[in-house]
């Protein structure tokens, strides 16, 4: 038999957008059921009665939702397992989260700049280690998905500075008989803004 969920455990701050229970699976419910009960710093007698999914490393979802239990269920938790709590309560399930729900490659960049800007609060001695890793597959920092976000971003002003710079690009730019390579931008952590990051 599982322990109870008793409030033992710090509660940590996460920020989701709006979700739409109907289209979540068992696993990814509980994703948002655990984190909401460690956010809000509540045990919850329907927690325990659910399985956070079979183990499985290659899952990241049931491995998040274990360490999440663990978390809860460890009366004096190490500092790395709170680093790890932490990281998946601000930027593991809300990006998450976000691209289930807004998983049109418009949002791409939008994504990848949410997962930077919220990684931001961590240590110097794992973004050290974290943003080389982002920086091998910034695909979305790419001139083109930025300009693709800005094309479908909610302020006016934004749309129409994306149409000015691809009518300009189109006007400098090779007559369209080559091929550009792709190469995957270098990217700028410490940005405040999604225009800025690249």
């Known amino acids: 038999m599982r322990e109870a969920i008793t409030c033992c455990f710090n509660s940590i ?15 990814q419910k509980y994703l948002l059921d655990i984190c909401t009960v460690i956010s809000f710093d509540a045990g919850s007698s329907e927690l325990e009665k659910r399985q956070p ?11 998040t939702n274990r360490i999440l239990m663990l978390y809860i269920l460890t009366s004096n938790p190490s500092n790395e397992l709170i680093t790890l709590a932490a990281f998946i309560l601000r930027v593991y399930a809300p990006s998450y989260f976000r691209i289930k729900f807004h ?5 791409g960049a939008r ?3 949410h997962f930077i800007s919220s990684s931001r609060y961590l240590p110097k ?3 050290d280690k974290f943003e080389p890793v982002i920086s091998r597959n910034a695909y979305f920092a790419s001139p083109e998905n930025i300009l693709l976000d ?37 990217v700028n952590f410490r940005a405040t803004d999604l225009l800025r990051y690249h």
């Open 13 to 27: 701050e996460c920020d989701f957008p709006v979700i739409d229970l109907t289209n979540l699976s068992c696993d």
């Open 125 to 127: 001695k794992y973004r």
């Open 150 to 186: 800005m094309l479908t971003d909610e302020r006016c002003h934004i749309r129409t500075l994306a149409a000015r710079r691809i009518i300009k690009a189109r006007e400098i730019g090779p007559n369209g008989n080559c091929v550009r390579r792709f190469a995957i931008p270098a």
């Open 111 to 113: 994504h990848l700049w």
């Open 53 to 63: 999914g079979t183990l499985n490393l290659a899952r990241w979802l049931t491995t």
């Open 103 to 107: 998983h049109s490659t418009k949002n």
